[in-house]
């Protein structure tokens, strides 16, 4: 029987590793800060300088201003983080994985269901 090469990424997800996370650690900072009402108004008002105050990288407001959840996990994103990002544009984790798959929502819950996921 052979053995799953644990370094070779699921098609579809991005490898998180040490490289990433320091990558995206501004952006991530920035994500989870958003656990906070106080936070998420700040970046509502005025999300160019709530990301300056992050550091981000261009790629990284371009993504942010795009409203692109797969570019932002390209830029160093971790999906816990960036999942509260998401938050903000109204996306639950179905429509993250939605994204992802580059399946429609009704799609991916279908998916979900087929595969034994429970109720979608």
């Given at each position: ?116 996921s429970g109720e979608a």
């Amino acid at each position: 029987m052979a053995v799953k090469d644990s370094t070779q990424p699921v098609p579809g997800t991005y490898l998180f590793d040490g490289k990433m996370a320091k990558k995206g650690y501004g952006l991530n900072k920035m994500c989870y800060s958003f656990n906070e009402q106080t936070a998420r108004d700040e970046f509502n008002k005025d999300p160019d300088a709530y990301c300056a105050k992050f550091g981000l990288t261009e790629k990284q407001i371009k993504a942010i201003h795009d409203r692109d959840i797969i570019g932002l996990l390209q830029e160093g994103g971790s999906i816990y983080y960036v999942a509260k990002f998401a938050g903000l544009l109204k996306l639950n984790m179905q429509d993250i994985g939605a994204i992802q798959t580059g399946l429609s929502l009704d799609e991916f819950k279908a998916l979900l269901v087929k595969n034994g996921s429970g109720e979608a």
